[in-house]
T-cell receptor, first 111, second 114 residues
Framework: DQQVKQNSPSLSVQEGRISILNCDYT??????FLWYKKYPAEGPTFLIS?????DKNEDGRFTVFLNKSAKHLSLHIVPSQPGDSAVYFC??????????FGDGTTLTVKP | NAGVMQNPRHLVRRRGQEARLRCSPM?????VYWYRQLPEEGLKFMVY????????ESGMPKERFSAEFPKEGPSILRIQQVVRGDSAAYFC????????????FGQGTRLTVV
């Protein structure tokens, strides 16, 4: 029973274009959502988060959108840069407890 | 995330041996989370500890796995009688309080069972 799903294992975009990474969840009790970025042989690094009381949070080139009715969130990266190439994990938590992670999407930004 | 120190970075064990993974949280952090990542998968929660207490071990396998976070020293994840299926990357995260959403991850320990 995978409660957080990232259905696209990989995504390739051209430098300067928009990258959109998607995430779906099934547990309606989740109230906080996070995106992590991970390079090979390193631990995940927190990128951006959103509380369930909001539908959008923006931080520089990164914006996360939350659609609670659809149980869907997305991460937009604009403009995409080659240094953004990494694995992106979506995660969700309930009452600030343990995080449940998706399987990740490998983003490749081509110069 | 360099503040959370995990060692060793790589660990090779033969089947049946014991593996001990250590995690030193960031300074001032008293909450530790352990996650396991199997190849091509996401991170799976294993256990949440506060100093000297196990708060949530719902993700820990029932046998062979144990974790502790003593008053002094690092948190230890111990795997007894390792099997090939234990081969994975094990990540530790620490936070200053209960909110795991403020947790910082270490670089992980890659366990290989041969």
């Amino acid at each position: 029973d995978q409660q957080v799903k990232q259905n696209s294992p990989s995504l390739s975009v051209q430098e300067g274009r928009i990258s959109i990474l998607n995430c779906d969840y099934t547990n309606s009790m989740f109230d906080y959502f996070l995106w992590y970025k991970k390079y090979p042989a390193e631990g995940p690094t927190f990128l951006i988060s959103i509380s369930s009381i909001k539908d959008k949070n923006e931080d520089g080139r990164f914006t996360v959108f939350l659609n609670k009715s659809a149980k869907h969130l997305s991460l937009h990266i604009v403009p995409s840069q080659p240094g953004d190439s990494a694995v992106y994990f979506c995660a969700a938590s309930q009452n600030a407890g343990k995080s449940t992670f998706g399987d990740g999407t490998t983003l490749t930004v081509k110069p | 995330n360099a503040g959370v120190m995990q060692n060793p970075r790589h660990l090779v064990r033969r089947r049946g041996q014991e593996a001990r993974l250590r995690c030193s949280p960031m300074k001032g952090h008293s909450h530790v989370y352990w996650y396991r990542q199997l190849p091509e998968e996401g991170l799976k929660f294993m256990v949440y500890l506060q100093k000297e207490n196990i708060i949530d071990e719902s993700g820990m396998p029932k046998e062979r796995f144990s974790a502790e976070f003593p008053k002094e020293g690092p948190s230890i994840l111990r795997i007894q009688q390792v099997v090939r299926g234990d081969s994975a990357a094990y990540f530790c995260a620490s936070s200053p309080g209960k909110r795991s959403t403020e947790a910082f991850f270490g670089q992980g320990t890659r366990l290989t069972v041969v």
